[in-house]
């Protein structure tokens, strides 16, 4: 695989033009600053240049763009609100989702891509980690010239990571690490994986491994219909010596990686609007050009309904993403309002998705245009990160008191 690339190969690049001007029907724009608008248009100019004119060949073939990495962190995707001096963009927490919403209008797999870089595995470093980690770590992940990825999952703890058995044994000055994590983003390219893992005690640790280190291997999760240009896979420990030095000392409990999923659940919540807003863009180009019974589509009353409710829907969920912002950069965002978030936002896209493709008729089915792979990709987003089911049972426990989860 080829991790030096600086851009796409020509068989990869296609003709397409992409002409998104951006949906704004509430005018939340006005709620934005400056800055939020200016990295807002850089990242959608980016994505109309590297990625509107690859992604569908990339995604057709099941390859991950891998020159991306390096032009993500150019841009400024990994991190966006993390402290310059560790590697982030130095925004707020609007910006950054801002960041993730254009990015996903592009393909929620490179969304995944600085998702998974920038609240997965810096936000954890930055956290959690001693100052040593910090600057070993945190500048070359975020300028990209670093891939890491995030070990919860394991083959049979996928929702309920508590149960993990993937674990520590204390060696001296290392520890043993043995087990396996399962649907892993990134992890055959990774250079190093945030593991998390119990340790003696029986508590949650997050361990940096790196490539390279005896016994430990990342094969490729093949034959995924869903999010093609981004690579998955496993991650196997087999007598992994793992130097204590690489513990994130200031976490042991699933408070931590919890908190680096809230972290990225809720820039989810903001990038599943960038593909929603992509579908809608494009049924409602079409809906106009394609003509039927002699009239536009978009003239029949049961398209308009489609359109309609289409633009209501993005339009809320802009502004609960908006709220979510506000609330979080003032440190005010629970987890159980960012599950909400990710939870509703992410349904919606789907579901418009599905309507969207209906509306191009059997031109949907194609990929002439992005419904389809939005389709596909928000199948997964509706399940990593805490499933669908999951995050209501997020709100139930919040609101009720009881927690209904086992
Ligand atoms: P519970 O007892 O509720 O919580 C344990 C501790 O964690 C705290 N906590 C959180 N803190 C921050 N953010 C959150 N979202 C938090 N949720 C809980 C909690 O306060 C407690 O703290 P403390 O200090 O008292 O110990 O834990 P539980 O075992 O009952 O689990 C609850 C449940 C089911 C909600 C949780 O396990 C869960 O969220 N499950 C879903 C698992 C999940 O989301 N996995 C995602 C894996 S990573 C991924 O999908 C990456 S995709 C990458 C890409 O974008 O490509
Ligand atoms: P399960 O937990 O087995 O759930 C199966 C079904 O049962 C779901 O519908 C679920 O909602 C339901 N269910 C489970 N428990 C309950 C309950 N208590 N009540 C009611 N219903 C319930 N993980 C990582 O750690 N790092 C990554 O980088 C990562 N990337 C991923 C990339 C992709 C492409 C995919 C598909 C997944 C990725 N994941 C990653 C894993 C992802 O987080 C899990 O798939 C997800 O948390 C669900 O776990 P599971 O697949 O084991 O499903």
Redesign the pocket.
Known sequence: MDTTATSAPAHHRSQRTDNYAGHDYYGVDELLTEEHLLARDAVRDWVKQEVSPIIESYSDKAECPMHLFKQLGDIGAYGPSLPTKYGGGGMDEIAYGIIMQELERGDSGIR?MA??QGS?VMYPIFKYGSEEQKMKYLPKLGSGEFIGC?G??EPDHG????GMVTNLVDDGDAYILNGAKMWI?NSPIADIAVVWAKDPEGKIRGVIVEKGMKGFSAPEIKGKLSLRA?ITGELVFEDVRVPKKNVLPEIA???GP??C??K?RYGIAWGAIGAGLDCYDSALRYSLEREQFGRPLAGFQLQQKKLAEMITEITKAQLLAWRLGSLANKGKAT?AQISMAKRNNVAMALDIAREARQIHGGMGITNEYPIMRHMTNLETVLT???THD?HLL?TGHDITGI?A?S
């Open positions: 995944s998702s998974v997965l995030f919860l999952t929702s309920n990571p508590s983003t981004s409990s699933l408070r919890l908190s999923l809230s990225a987890s990593y990160e805490g999951i997020i927690q989860f």
